[in-house]
């Protein structure tokens, strides 16, 4: 609507310029102020619409010549038809019979001042065009290498072995061989069994919360047998969310860190508590722990900057992630149902 009044406005600020030049010089008619108007209008407005739909007509073609020579015809007919639809205006505002095609030299001249006008507009708004072209390509290409990034993360997180991890639970397995031979066995049994969810699991972007579940479960239960009685875990999970997709390997970082900061470098006994559920539309991930307060500049640990780098790379801006310390300490993620359609999915 905005191009439309500003066509208009265009068109009767030049009708009114060649009209009152036309006045002043030899026809003293307020009429023909009109009908310059009238014809500025009428032609201005078909030469616009030539050129701002263009492409309906232009995109036959991939050569640019043959693109150009579709132009001049469009604007040669713009300059036609406006002409005519002015000689009929004329001719019911003077109540003059009306011949069709009788302009004579006026087509001749309406041509050529439509040419002299559209030709640069038409170069100009091409340019706009083919830049905007560009801009897009450009945006699908960093669209495309984003969720290859994400893809990326994905498989690095998949295949990242925590050496101090892998280290400790060797010598927990080491010191129960002997001790407890039963829970040594349970410990290796569970350690194959999070190497096969976190290296054989299929490259698909998302997992279900179920499958989610089961990897930090048995990350925790090795956890547990490792600390015995300093560490107790509690998972909850609305059953309407297991069957939801949620980003693979998003809670195994967060889970960690809370393992790090609230079990490993505490001195007392600790708890770790992993909540889903759903929040509206929304589904809501709590992982709450009792270790020590978050820093007041947190985010800067690999764990937490990956899982903060995939959620904006797959929901850009619609998804809350909040660090809390009082009355207690958690990190609580919010990302769309399943009405949405995140970025990269597949």
């Not at 619409?49 to 693109?67: G, M």
């Not at 066995?185 to 699991?201: G, P, Q």
């Not at 007392?268 to 709450?288: F, M």
Request: hydrophobic share 45%; glycine share 4%.
């Amino acid at each position: 609507m905005r191009l439309v009044i500003k066509t208009l406005l265009i068109c009767i600020l030049i009708g009114l310029a060649f009209g009152g030049y036309l006045y002043f010089t030899y026809d003293h008619r307020p009429i023909r102020i009109l009908v310059s108007v009238l014809s500025s209008i009428n032609i201005g407005s078909l030469m616009m619409l030539a050129i701002y739909h263009r492409h309906y007509f232009t995109n036959v073609t991939a050569y640019q010549a043959v693109k150009v020579m579709i132009m001049i015809v469009l604007l040669v007919l713009a300059a036609l038809l406006g002409s005519e639809l002015t000689f009929l205006m004329r001719a019911l505002l003077t109540r003059e019979p009306y011949i069709a095609f009788d302009g004579g030299s006026i087509y001749i001249l309406n041509i050529l001042v439509v040419m002299v006008t559209a030709m640069p507009l038409y170069v100009s708004e091409e340019w706009k065009s083919m830049l905007n072209a560009r801009i897009l390509h450009q945006q699908y290409r960093v669209l495309q290498l984003e969720q290859q990034q994400t893809a990326f993360e994905l498989e690095l997180l998949r295949a990242k072995i925590n050496p101090h991890f892998l280290y400790n639970m060797h010598n927990t397995i080491a010191g129960l061989i002997s001790k407890d031979p039963q829970k040594a066995e349970e410990l290796v049994l569970l350690l194959s069994r999070f190497f096969r969810f976190t290296l054989n699991k299929d490259s698909a972007t998302f997992h279900t919360v179920q499958d989610e579940l089961e990897i930090i479960s048995t990350y925790l239960h090795m956890q547990q047998i490792r600390y015995e009685n300093r560490m107790r875990y509690h998972i909850a999970a609305d059953p309407a969310t297991l069957q939801q997709q949620i980003p693979s390997f998003i809670l195994q970082p967060l889970v960690e860190n809370a393992v790090k900061h609230g079990i490993e470098n505490s001195t007392t006994s600790g708890s770790i508590d992993v909540r889903i559920l759903w929040e509206g539309t929304q589904l809501l991930i709590c992982i709450a722990d009792s270790g020590p307060a978050f820093p007041d500049m947190p985010g800067s640990g690999m764990g937490l900057q990956m899982v903060m780098n995939k959620l904006r790379l797959l929901y850009a801006d619609d998804f809350t992630i909040e660090l809390n310390n009082t009355p207690e300490k958690y990190v609580r993620i919010t990302i769309p149902g399943s009405h949405h359609h995140p970025v990269g999915r597949r």
